[in-house]
């Protein structure tokens, strides 16, 4: 257990366990999250965002407690956590450091697809006991020697969002593929030790890139045609370090597949809330701006004068109603992330979709009433609130399941039944 700083006590669960019928091993995997957030990752987050540096001693720490192997399966050596004890425990790190947790939501994807996920899929017993072999390799280098994989997504168009093929391809050639193409809002861009890239495998003759021909492949960082371009200084979530991801005729071997072909689009169809995992970092900014709040109007924030303010009629009605929003986002979000499976049913995606855009949404609305509440020294950069703010605020940008997009997609299948059309 990590040490708290002196005069620091620890933080109660964001998701109580008796109240909320977690698991032991949900509830274990939380407060080692919690302990390890209080103490490791909230000292350290100032620096991350002001250097917008990527969090580089957090990784390493993390190696060293098992949380880089938190959804490998223990039989393979990791620690077994299904899709929401993840969820559950990364709501806890995004509490304390929201760059850490969401570019460790990246990483843990790349374990979390491949495992629990894929064993929910439909696969040959060859091609499944090949792709049981072939993710052993990679788990191995992430639990030996501490590897970090990245997940670049977005491309700047419709492919993020499932709308058309990835722009980004990969072409068949002896022992491997070509790859090449561009992504852009890379996380760990130049950190990762292999970048998890999702691409279009293309073949002579082909009239159309198709969706169903989507790859998962692990691309070396210091592999030749790989490079990391543009700067990097954004609103919030500096520490992410998401430059572009360019790549160029880099070769690549079969065994840096991550997935079968075929198996991530049948994942996307079939396990849809497979992209809700950039929630959790802030379902837990949503809480840490609550806490602070707390702590600030009560005088107990560490390092400040132990100045009361709790006593104004307008404060306590503030934090009642970000009370009442808080409950709101995490009663939903809890429910969708329990929802999870494969072949949910259409309520059951209709709640994932309004829990996504509930979280992202709600996060930066507390933290916007946090400011107004806790007034204008809660601004300093001395303090965690004005982080919290500007971090709180990307996420309804994010894709595959922007706020605009959850939006858009709630009206239209709460209206049409599959097939449907108004011809």
Known sequence: MDALPAGLGA?????????????????????????????????????????????????????????????????????????????????????????????????VCSTLWTGALTEDLDMEPAVRAEHRARRQRHYDRILRDGAVYSQPFSEGGAAAAGGVAFGTTAKRVPGGFLINGKKIFASLAGHADFYGVLCTEVREGDEKPSRRDTLYLAIPKDAPGVTVEGEWDPLGMRGTVSRNLVFRDVFVEEDAALMPPGLYFQAALRWPHMFMTLSPTYMGLAQAAYDFTVKYLRGEWPGMPPVKRRMYPTKQIAVAEMRVMLEQTKALWFQAITDARPDPSKEQVLRAWAAQHTV???????????????????MLKSLPLERIYRDARCGSLMLPWTAELCIDRLGREALYEKGETDD
């Open 360 to 378: 992202m949404e709600n996060a930066a609305a507390l933290a916007a009433k946090a400011v107004r509440t806790c007034g204008g020294q809660s």
């Open 11 to 107: 933080d109660a669960p964001i998701f109580d366990p008796a109240a909320f019928r977690l698991t032991g091993q949900e509830a274990a995997l939380a407060a080692r999250a919690r302990a390890f957030g209080q103490a490791v990752l909230a000292p350290r987050a100032a620096r991350w965002d002001r250097e917008a540096s990527f969090p580089t001693d957090n990784y390493r720490d993390m190696h060293g407690n098992g949380l880089l192997g938190i959804c490998i399966p223990e039989d393979e050596g990791g620690l077994g956590a299904g899709f929401r004890a993840y969820c559950l425990t990364a709501a806890e790190m995004g509490r304390y450091c929201g760059a850490t947790a969401l570019t460790w939501n990246m990483h």
